[in-house]
């Protein structure tokens, strides 16, 4: 069994920045990709960016050159920087991981976290 865990959000005014977080634990032989998607009320949820076992990322057009996605492959963890919040960042923030379980099988799954509000207004 694997759980992420996802803190970090918050309220905070437009302009302003938030960390989030987001730690895989359980039976884990490997992580390849690690991302973070939104779900705003009312609308799909969406990526928003994406990194590699190797370090290479992926964004949403929205949040290019706002949002930084980083991870410590040691720790298991993967963040989200996001700075010059706008009101329309204002959503439910996902974690999501491509996991490889330890067993004989090495079975591969896409793992999620449970999700952390994220709400930016004045």
């Known amino acids: 069994q694997v759980h992420l865990v996802e803190s970090g959000g918050g309220f905070v005014q437009p302009g302003g920045s938030l960390r989030l977080s987001c730690v895989a634990s359980?039976?884990?032989?490997?992580?390849?990709?690690m991302a973070w998607y939104r779900q705003a009320p009312g609308k799909q949820r969406d990526l928003v960016a994406v990194i590699t076992s190797g370090g290479s990322t992926n964004y949403a057009d929205s949040v290019k050159g706002r949002f930084t996605i980083s991870r410590d492959n040691a720790k298991n963890t993967v963040y989200l920087q996001m700075n010059s919040l706008k009101p329309e960042d204002t959503a439910v923030y996902y974690c999501?991981?491509?996991?490889?379980?330890?067993?004989?099988?090495?079975?591969?799954?896409?793992?999620w976290g449970q999700g952390t509000q994220v709400t930016v207004s004045s």
């Open positions: 999501n991981a491509d996991v490889t379980i330890n067993g004989a099988l090495r079975i591969r799954s896409d793992y």
């Open positions: 359980g039976s884990i032989f490997s992580i390849d990709a």
